[in-house]
């Protein structure tokens, strides 16, 4: 495990639940948890490369523009759910729900250009985003191989 980062395994093995720090440190911290989850579930090689890139561009997202402090947690919890990988974030940033950004072409190169929003939006199905009593969540899906488009 690695400093800042409370690690909670659930007791079923196919989900792990991350509480990050969102400090300078937490993309590391988050893609390295997706790589383990990945690795201890013998998951393809080239969907956990994808998962821990999507997951890198979540927390990436998170830690420059949700206004968190360093200290702020941002839950992640990781599972295998059927054929598919389940990935929810929570965390107390301002609202953001990915599904009502525009298309990475509407946005200014200056401002990052979205490019991590249209690689979240190619690898992974953006299931739902809530925000409740001030904590933002957001799940998405992986389809594992062998999986059927769609979910």
Not at 79 to 96: C, K, M, N, S, W
Not at 129 to 150: I, S
């Amino acid at each position: 495990m690695m400093a800042g980062n409370r690690s909670d395994k659930r007791s079923d093995r196919g989900s792990a639940r991350h509480s990050i720090a969102a400090g300078p440190d937490a993309v590391l911290l988050a893609a390295t948890a997706a790589r383990e989850f990945a690795v201890a579930r013998a998951i393809d090689a080239g969907v956990a490369a994808r998962l821990a890139i999507v997951v890198e561009e979540l927390v990436a997202n998170l830690v420059e523009h949700a206004g968190l402090p360093a200290a702020a947690p941002i839950m992640l919890d990781l599972a295998v759910d059927g054929r598919q990988i389940r990935i929810t974030l929570e965390d107390g940033g301002v609202p953001f729900d990915p599904r009502a950004a525009p298309p990475p072409a509407a946005l200014p190169p200056e401002k990052g250009g979205g490019a991590g929003l249209a690689i979240i939006r190619a690898w992974a199905r953006i299931e739902r985003y809530d925000r409740v009593g001030g904590t933002n969540r957001l799940v998405l899906t992986m389809a594992l191989p062998g999986a059927r488009a769609g979910g």
